[in-house]
């Protein structure tokens, strides 16, 4: 399936190019106290380590804002200022180091957006205009009667204008709803309307399992569209997972190459512990940096081999041993007892050599 | 967002309509050792609980065949026979009382599709031709070199041309690969191409998250396009996971009626242990059958009483205590201790009362 993303605008948040053809950037949020500041860049040094590339953290005080500054000092990766209500706290965080801020026009004045417009345009640094489903303001919700997609882009695009008019070109948008139909309706009507780069993510999505589906679903969909420059999944749950279905949605449409493991369901036909080999191998993995290897681990002669074929590695179960697959050739015999080992010796190698493969 | 449906031909599998506007039927397949009946039987138990409407078996031997008609005995759904390589244990898994069978173009000749599709012919009961990426016959991968999207829908036209000449109507299709990528390439191709139901998946997606991730895009993205009459995720775990994230994707897009949670992904804002009472809460609905009703857990005041007011039932929790919402309206001030309790008695009236509200 290829994938034509739409054209929009490129912007720069603290370095990070967003939009205009640009690899779709990772965000996600951290959940310590901001005041507590070395909690905060204990999470976001987690969050980076997993992949995410832009980390944005909620400013509701003086103290956080003083926080914000000692995490922005030591942060690898541009911070984004969550606001809400207070004006004065984003540009607080302009002026503690911050790369962007996300405002919600739900509950910011108009003239307040104008104001904090105006110190991020003389600064350089970005604004998310960040709508959400559950926080349209009231004039809105009067006039539509639910947080309807044309409520939603209405009430982004009046933000935006008020932002470009005060004079700051750095923004990307966003209108999220919890469910992923609303999510997708509301993009597909605001990608029409603006060439902005758009920030996308199904809100509230829920606990780890539904708000994955759902994130997936909603996301997915708009991706293979082409819709989405920047993404974030919000899981009720440690943001690095949020991080880590991110980056399985981005590989799983080819917009992020990753190391993938392709292992079957296990059936009746399947004669060794599969579940036990594939969580440990899955283990092993999330410890380190890999190249978008391709593994199969496969349990049985029915699709094993062919499986094993196509990937890169690949080992098919049989009963008591299985056969080893390099780049799609049976190399060699291994007994049961030694998969998971051989498997991982495997894998460094293609490591090590990966560079001179590509 | 609206999905209109492909219209595909109906069938019946053992009482189950698939296609022509029935609903998405969701399928796993157990993964215990066959012959065992009653470990067999106790998984296609806890398969049908969580929601499942046609249960796969794998048929490997004689053995299996014996129990098979054990399971078939007390199973309260239909029951599919997994036969590869011997058309023999089709045709006895059919005498035990198989409601279908599913059957691999490429590990079965065509002499002996035919046979089995003259003997289900016979006894009315349902033919799945399952093609998958690992296992395309050799004389299609050496035409296309690789298992492309149309050598997969050659491989699965083929066999219904031989099905259907030999007297069996009651026709299912698969064409999985093991990426979403092709797997959408080869089902959007075979929509195209056949108006029968077709039984959609992404083989061998890998372990829970990645797996759930990969699934929820590919069957995702094919169901929003209206393509799908029966779906089953495969997973390298519990095949129970398999119905639940089958049945959440189905949800997602509004395929499906059933509970759903909406909870934030906490922030620096959150003042309260929200992924511990959202874990709670999913918990003990995970219990029970639950009408479609939608619960809100929020956890602070920026979305939270949006989101709540939007569901049945909604928690928006601040600092020490929240605010109970019921179908849209706060009535009354809940301790944070009682969250949990107070949103679980909701639920409970509103479940009692569901028959009168629709």
Chains 1, 2 share one sequence.
């Not at 990766?77 to 004065?88: G, L, R, S, T």
């Not at 706290?89 to 904090?116: H, Y």
């Not at 060439?195 to 293979?224: F, R, W």
């Not at 299985?322 to 894998?347: Q, S």
Request: proline content about 4%.
């Amino acid at each position: 399936m290829e994938i034509k993303r739409r054209k929009t605008r490129q912007i720069n948040v603290g370095g990070v190019t967003v939009g205009g053809g640009a690899p779709v950037r990772v965000q996600s949020m951290t959940n310590t106290e901001t005041a507590d500041a070395d909690a905060t860049i204990k999470q976001v040094r987690k969050l980076v380590k997993a992949g995410c590339e832009l980390v944005r953290i909620g400013v509701t005080d003086k103290a956080s804002v003083r926080a914000l500054k000692k995490i922005i000092a030591v942060s690898s990766v541009p911070i984004i200022a969550d606001v809400h209500f207070n004006p004065k706290l984003a540009i607080d965080s302009f002026n503690a180091g911050a790369a962007g801020v996300r405002i919600n026009p739900g509950n910011i004045s108009e003239e307040n957006i104008t104001q904090i417009a105006r110190e991020a345009g003389k600064r350089g640094v970005a604004i998310r205009v960040g709508v959400n489903a559950g926080s349209l303001q009231k004039s809105l919700l009067k006039k539509y009667g639910h947080p309807t997609p044309e409520a939603l882009a209405e009430s982004a695009l009046g933000a935006v204008r008020l932002i470009a008019t005060a004079g700051c070109e750095n923004i990307k948008v966003s209108v999220k709803a919890s469910s992923a139909g609303a999510t997708i309706d509301s993009y597909r009507l605001l990608s029409q309307q603006t060439d902005l780069p758009l920030h996308i993510g199904v809100t509230e999505a829920g606990p780890l399992l539904s708000g994955t589906v759902k994130s997936s679903v909603g996301l997915g969909i708009l991706l293979a569209e082409g819709i989405g420059d920047t993404m974030r999944v919000s899981l009720t749950t440690d943001p690095v997972q949020e991080v880590m279905v991110a980056k399985e949605i981005l590989s799983s449409l080819g917009l992020l190459a990753k190391i993938e493991i392709i292992s079957c369901p296990t059936c009746a036909r399947t004669e060794t512990d599969l579940i036990e080999l594939v969580e440990d191998v899955e283990e092993a993995l999330a410890k380190d940096f890999w190249p978008p290897i391709k593994v199969a681990i496969m349990g049985c002669v029915v699709n094993g081999p062919g499986e094993a074929r196509e990937a890169d590695i690949g080992v098919a179960c049989g009963k008591g041993r299985g056969v080893l697959f390099r780049f799609g050739k049976p190399v060699k015999n291994v007994e049961e007892d030694d998969y998971f080992e051989e498997l991982m010796k495997e894998l460094v190698t293609i490591k090590k050599n990966w560079r001179e493969r590509i």
